[in-house]
């Protein structure tokens, strides 16, 4: 998720009006970009990380699944005097895109995980609770939409989806609602959608800032566009294409995807295996990445008064070893198991 606002007149690749995602400054840092060097930014977005990675001169190749980024993304390209490649593809696939661009290993990869800020604006989108739209949410803008899942999955199923990747602990009572709906007329909609779960769950007084709705659209859209394995498996493209020395840098936006590049991140650095005085320590393979940060970086005071939005924000980064990358198992990651709907989830 970018969370972002703008500023005005700066120098460097980009224009007058510069996106500025969350975290900027901290992603430089561990990203460390150094002229010449081939960097993929693997969620384009409304490319604010590839500004600042071009303004110091490196390479880019710039990646996003959604066609309006890559519309609005070519003026960038343009800018950067060949120092750019905008790619139409899902960043999982970063390491294959990277080599497509003539780049065999790279020297850094970053990854903002999760929805922009552009497309919750969008209320055509239907990411977004708050400006009704048609019920969406699909990034790549083709394929199964939210529509579709609330109106076709089994109760049983989209129970688990929304308590699973909303954590909604309502989610039983949010289902059946869905389903009697449904059975009256088909849910098409991101408001009446919203008003059915918020009549459902009411409003909490300690979190009247918080919508009811906020879990359920968040596992809709996770579900809709394979999020959580769209991140794992791009945390493993990253390992396989990132030369010894490179950086990996992700900022992540609810627990679901944190809790997998911690996990990822926490078992290629591991040295030792776990053991205890019953049984003997296990071999571990060679480490793949060493931390760069032993906790997740948030958000200072001062940039969460600016954009809300970056509240949640969560930075973990690793440097690459020499060690050769392993196999991933994307559920041992954390991906959860979910009922599969026409190509979706898993």
């Known amino acids: 998720m970018m969370a972002h606002g703008t500023e005005s007149a700066a120098s460097g690749v980009g224009g007058p009006e510069r996106h500025v995602p969350v975290l900027l400054d901290q992603v430089m840092h561990h990203l460390s970009p150094q002229p ?3 960097i993929v930014d693997g969620t384009f977005g409304a490319g604010g990380y590839s500004r600042a990675i071009l303004d110091k001169d490196a390479i880019v190749v710039a990646i996003d699944r959604d066609p309006d980024a890559i519309v609005a993304g070519e003026t960038l390209a343009k800018e950067a005097g060949g120092r750019m490649t905008l790619v139409s593809g899902q960043f999982k696939d ?12 790279v020297d850094g990869v970053v990854l903002d995980l999760g929805v922009s800020s552009m497309q919750l604006d969008q209320a055509e989108r239907g990411f977004s609770f708050l400006r009704d739209g048609p019920l ?9 939409s939210a529509a579709d899942v609330v109106n076709d999955l089994p109760v049983k199923d989209l ?10 602990k309502r989610a039983t009572a949010v289902a059946h609602a869905i389903d009697r709906a449904r059975k009256e007329q088909h849910l098409t909609r991101t408001g009446e959608l919203a ?8 409003r909490s007084p300690k979190k009247a800032q918080i919508h009811p709705a906020t879990r359920t659209f968040q596992a809709l859209r996770i ?7 769209q991140a794992a498996q791009a945390l493993s493209a990253a390992e396989h294409i ?6 990996l840098v992700v900022v992540s936006f609810h627990s679901l995807e944190d809790r997998i590049v911690k996990r990822f991140l926490a078992d290629r650095s591991r040295t030792r295996g776990g053991g205890s005085r019953h049984m003997p320590e296990q071999d571990v393979p060679p480490a793949t990445f060493e931390l760069l940060t032993r906790k997740a ?8 008064a600016q954009n809300p939005r970056a509240r949640s924000a969560r930075l973990r980064a690793g440097r690459r070893t020499d060690a050769p990358a392993r196999e991933l198992d994307i559920h041992a990651a954390g991906v959860p198991r979910l009922a599969v709907y026409k190509g979706l989830g898993g």
Do not use: C
């Open 136 to 144: 969406d949410m699909r990034m790549e803008q083709a394929g199964p």
């Open 242 to 247: 990132l030369k010894p020395g490179g950086r």
């Open 94 to 105: 970063l390491d294959g895109h990277a080599r497509s661009a003539g780049f065999d290993t």
């Open 297 to 304: 970086v948030e958000a200072n005071a001062a940039e969460t």
């Open 223 to 229: 579900y809709v566009n394979g999020e959580l394995h």
């Open 36 to 38: 010449g060097e081939v």
């Open 159 to 168: 129970i688990r989806i929304i308590g699973v990747l909303g954590e909604e």
């Open 195 to 202: 008003a059915l779960i918020e009549n459902v769950l009411g």
